[in-house]
Structure formats: structure tokens, C-alpha cells
């Protein structure tokens, strides 16, 4: 600024960005009586991925090494962090800004600043410093674009307090909301937060798919939904409990001995997880040991017999957890009436070696939960739903995606391949998430597949209590089919999963007569049924194409192609 030609004054030089945060909860449900947390930026809602920050052990910081973990918080495809209790300098947020990183900000738990329900022995000084923290803390934070939120942790606040903050934020000018808890929790000027907390130690895979059960209901089946972590709402943080690092990271940090007993002592108390007497317990909050996982590693990989083998198993055990739990919150987007909302990964990092809680250690290392994550969270990939038994597609761009062609193929251990499906012609929304088949295609079949972002309308379509009809064109060896055949056919076949159900079966329209093609319509589901039903009867099939589904029919619509159906055609679907 300058006035009669001279420098009157000189403001620092500050970045802005700009942009507006809003949230919301969603409506009621019986999952979350209170509804489930929605963040949005520029009027958009997202789906938050993130994982808990954790600062250097003692404190230290380094703009260096913050832009190398920044690098790999990109890498992995997370949209941000989430930091609880001490504030970090302006640096921070400064490259967190530039890095396009949100940040869901708040104050840490279990401290003198979370004080019981009842306020006994807070005094009116201390209630007063809570005020000059909020104070202070908004006016740090509010140039921040990638602040989008400060909260409370697990406790909410008490009303004094409530009222001391609130007062502080106001006065400071931050503008983004303050929610009343991390927990599923309500206060009396904030209201209910529509978030939760928890797992912390190994949960299966399938997990975190479930809607409705918590890791550890004998302790935490509460009305905080404390651990029922599956892809329901906004989870402040959560994750599958222990991560064992790579060879080389092992190496720099634990001693021969304590490498020995990592492998050969599920028990042993490892000082780099939480060094604690469990007295042989493995459930509630004991995480001195890896026997959880270790359990679980055995089961599904098999027992190892070395350091390596250990290693090795448990990268894929790590892997298969983490990809889950993302790619669960990602499919459950639309899941409505309690849609997945955020997931925060507990925890990001730590300031010190470790075998708990992190997507990458002290020293960088990339271990299997790294790249579970990384696969989980790629612009445009796809996912195996567990609860469905289903293949879907996530389109995390800011552009719609069209034309897409997904190939699904199963092996058994001898690369044997079991089952091929294609799909093409596929085409995804920004911020597209699920694309569901009904029913499946084995790899020597041809003709009709429908898919839909509607979970609820193909489980519908294809349970085998709705019976819902297909129908198949058949070419036939053999020689000519006999009426005797047929009879069989359309009486039901015994086959070594039972008989099956009475069909439709007719000589195909159109067909030459030197030509064994016939029409069979069923209403059940089983692996390969039209080509067992048909060996059965001594007429192999050669060739199968399926022509209708229910009241739709594959018509003139050639291999690769696709159509959109009709609104009464989806009418007709959702009447069967």
C-alpha cells in the first residue's frame, strides 16, 4: 500500500485457496438412528479416504520429510488425513494445501481436555483456556483449504466446554463445521456427530462389507457403534489391527532374538506393537501380541517355517485386509439408506518403528497394507464386492469414464483357468462407484448379461427364491434330439447337486434340420446347469448362447454391444 508515492505498509505474502466445505447427516436409519455423516466441497459430496496422522516421536519436524510422506499419501490414492491433538506449524498445512490433501482436524482424546461427563474438578481457568485453544487454533487454521472440519474425539464435549469452544471458533473466523465427536455421540450445541470409531485388530476381509455387526460385540455393542466398523458411515478411524513390515524394515529394528520370536512366539509380547500383559487375552484392547493375525495367517495361507515365509504370508494377509476395507467403503457409496461415507485407515504413519497400525513405517517401508491401499484407491479400477460375490467397477475421476470393458477370470492352483466373464460397453458417472452383473457367463457362453448399480434389484434378480426365468438357445451334439430327450429335459435332470426343476424346453425356432438346437428356460441358478442338464441326456452342448432374461430379450443386439434399457423395462425387472 502506498500513499503520497512512498511504501505506507507492506502485508506478508499469504496462498489462499478457495473453496466451501458443508456437511451434513443423512436421514435416519436402523443402522444410524441419528443419520450418518456427509462431507462436501464446493457443493460435491465425496467419499473420504484417509488415515491418522501420527507426529515424529519426539515432536521433531521436517518440511522434507513431510513432502516425501505427502508423495506417498498421493501414491496410495488417499484424499487425506486425519490429525488428532497437536497442532502442527504452518508448514503443514501450507504443503498439505498445495498438495490438494483434506485434512478432518481435532482435539486428541483421553487427556486432562477431555474431562469426565460430569465437569467434577475442571475449573473455571481451565474452561477458559479451552476458549483461548479454540480461539487460537481457528485463527491458525482458517486460510487452510485443506482443513475441512474440526471435531472432538471419542467423548464429545461437556456443556461448559462446549460453550467455551464454540465461542472461541466463532470469534476466530474458522467457518468450517465443528463436530461434536468422533464417536457415535451427540452434544447439546453441536448435536449428533454421525461418525464412529473402531475396529483396531484383525477382522476377515468379508468384514468389512458387514452393515450390521461390531469386531467384538461381548465388550463394545454400545450406542456409540464403537467397533461395528463395517462400510456403513463416516469411521473416523479404523483398520485390522497389526502390520508386520517388510525383511529390510525388520532388519534395521528388531534385534536376532526378537526376529525369532516374531515367527516362532504368536504370544510373545512384541515391544513394537503395545509392549503389554494380556494374560492370555487376545479380544477388547490388548494389542501386545500378533497372535490375532497370526491365527488368521495359518488358517487362510497356511503354517510357515521361517522368518521369511512369515514375512511373506503376512504381506498378502495385510494386503488382502486393507484393499478390503477402502474397496468395501468405496462399493457402499450409494448404499442407501446408511451409505458409506469416509474411512479412515488408523493408523497412516508413525513417528517410531512399528508393527501396529500403519499403511507405511518410520523408515518409508512399503509392506502389503501399503499397497493394499494404493490398489484400492487407483482413479479407476476394479473390485470383488464380498457381500455380493459380485465384480464392480469405481470410477474415482473427476470426468465420466466411457467405453470401459472389464475381464474376470478364476484360476485354480494349477493356472487352470475356471471362469472367464467379459463385459464392455461399460460407461461410469464421475464419482461412479458399482456396476453390478445379474448372474454370470461362463467362458464358453455367449448372448445376454445385464448389469446395474442397483444391489438391491440383482439380488432380486438372481436369488433363487425369486425364480426369476432364462432362457437359452442351444446347439446340441449328438446327433438328433430325440422326444424322449426333451421329455427328460422338461421333467427335471438328476445331476450330482440334486434334480433340477421342471424346464421349458422346445426346438428352436428357425433352425435347420440337420441342426440339434433347441430353447430351454430355467429358473434356477446352478454353476454350468444348461450343459450338465444336456450331457446328462447324452447331447453335449456345443454351443450356448442365453437370449432372455426374464421379460428381456437379447434380440438383434450383437456380441459387444450394449443398450441402455427403458424405464419400463426396469419397471417390468423390479416387478418379477
Given amino acids: 500500500m502506498s500513499a503520497h508515492g512512498q511504501v505506507s505498509d507492506v502485508s506478508r505474502s499469504v496462498l489462499v485457496g478457495i473453496r466451501s466445505v458443508s456437511t451434513y447427516l443423512t436421514a435416519p436409519s436402523a443402522e444410524a438412528p441419528d443419520g450418518v455423516r456427509v462431507f462436501e466441497v464446493n457443493g460435491v459430496p465425496f467419499d473420504f479416504r484417509g488415515g491418522g496422522w501420527s507426529e515424529n516421536l519426539f515432536l521433531h519436524y521436517s518440511a522434507s520429510d513431510l513432502a516425501n510422506q505427502i508423495s506417498m499419501i498421493k501414491s496410495m490414492g488417499l484424499d487425506g488425513i486425519r ?3 497437536k497442532e502442527m506449524p504452518q508448514n503443514f498445512y501450507d504443503q498439505m494445501d498445495r498438495a490438494g490433501i483434506l485434512i478432518d482436524a481435532g482435539f486428541q482424546c483421553c487427556d486432562k481436555w477431555q474431562p469426565s461427563g460430569s465437569g467434577r474438578g475442571v475449573t473455571a481457568q481451565e474452561f477458559h ?3 483461548l485453544s479454540s480461539l487460537t487454533i481457528g485463527q491458525q487454521l482458517r486460510d487452510h483449504p485443506s482443513v475441512i472440519n474440526f471435531s472432538w474425539s471419542d467423548n464429545p464435549p461437556i456443556k461448559e466446554q462446549e460453550v467455551a469452544s464454540t465461542e472461541g471458533f466463532d470469534q476466530s473466523g474458522f467457518t468450517d463445521p465443528n463436530i461434536s465427536s468422533a464417536e457415535y455421540n451427540t452434544s447439546a450445541i453441536l448435536g449428533p456427530s454421525g461418525e464412529k470409531e473402531g475396529p ?12 450390521t455387526h461390531s469386531s467384538n460385540n461381548a465388550n463394545d455393542d454400545d450406542s456409540t457403534l464403537t467397533n461395528v466398523g463395517g462400510s456403513f458411515g463416516f469411521d473416523s478411524e479404523q483398520g485390522s489391527g497389526d502390520t508386520v513390515p517388510t525383511m529390510d524394515s525388520i532388519q534395521r529394528f528388531l534385534s536376532p532374538a526378537n526376529q525369532a520370536t516374531l515367527w516362532q512366539q504368536p504370544d510373545a509380547h512384541q515391544y513394537h506393537t503395545n509392549y503389554e500383559s494380556t494374560g492370555g487375552q487376545h479380544s477388547g484392547y490388548s494389542f501386545g501380541t500378533l497372535d490375532n493375525l497370526d491365527t488368521a495367517i495359518a488358517h487362510r495361507y497356511g503354517q510357515w517355517n521361517s522368518l521369511a515365509q512369515y514375512v511373506q504370508e503376512a504381506q498378502v494377509q495385510n494386503y488382502e485386509d486393507t484393499r478390503a476395507q477402502f474397496e468395501a467403503y468405496l462399493d457402499h457409496w450409494n448404499n442407501y439408506p446408511t451409505p458409506s461415507t469416509g474411512t479412515v485407515y488408523w493408523q497412516l504413519n508413525k513417528g517410531w518403528p512399528t508393527m501396529l497400525w500403519d499403511l507405511y513405517n518410520y523408515d518409508y517401508d512399503e509392506a502389503g497394507a501399503y499397497f493394499g491401499a494404493k490398489k484400492a484407491n487407483e482413479d479407476l479400477h476394479v473390485l470383488y464386492a464380498y457381500d455380493t460375490g459380485t465384480v464392480t467397477i469405481d470410477n474415482l475421476t473427476g470426468v465420466s469414464q466411457p467405453g470401459l470393458s472389464v475381464q474376470s477370470r478364476v484360476y485354480d492352483l494349477s493356472g487352470q483357468v475356471l471362469d472367464s466373464q467379459t463385459a464392455s460397453g461399460l460407461s461410469l458417472a464421475p464419482q461412479g462407484v458399482r456396476l453390478y452383473p445379474v448372474g454370470r457367463l461362463d467362458i464358453d457362453t455367449t448372448g445376454l448379461i445385464l448389469l446395474t448399480n442397483d444391489g438391491e434389484l440383482a439380488n432380486r434378480l438372481t436369488h433363487p427364491s425369486f425364480q426369476v426365468s432364462k432362457t437359452y438357445r442351444a446347439t446340441l451334439a449328438g446327433g438328433p ?10 421333467g427335471g435332470v438328476e445331476l450330482e447337486d ?3 426343476a421342471p424346464a421349458v424346453v422346445r426346438p428352436a425356432p428357425g433352425a435347420r434340420r440337420s441342426e440339434s438346437v433347441i430353447e430351454l428356460t430355467i429358473s434356477e441358478g446352478r454353476n454350468r446347469q444348461v450343459r450338465r442338464m444336456c450331457a446328462a441326456v447324452g447331447h453335449p452342448v456345443a454351443a450356448l448362447q442365453r437370449i ?8 438383434d443386439l450383437e456380441a459387444g454391444a450394449h443398450r441402455q434399457l427403458s ?3 426396469i419397471g417390468r425387472l423390479r416387478a418379477l
Wanted: proline share 7%.
Fill in 83 to 85: 490429525t488428532e491433538g
Fill in 129 to 131: 483456556v479451552m476458549y
Fill in 200 to 211: 483396531y485388530d484383525w477382522v476377515p476381509p468379508d468384514y468389512w462389507y458387514d452393515t
Fill in 481 to 490: 434330439v430325440s422326444a424322449g430327450a426333451l421329455e427328460m429335459l422338461r
Fill in 498 to 500: 440334486g434334480r433340477t
Fill in 548 to 555: 432372455a432374461f426374464g421379460p428381456l430379450l437379447l434380440g
Fill in 567 to 569: 424405464a419400463a423395462e
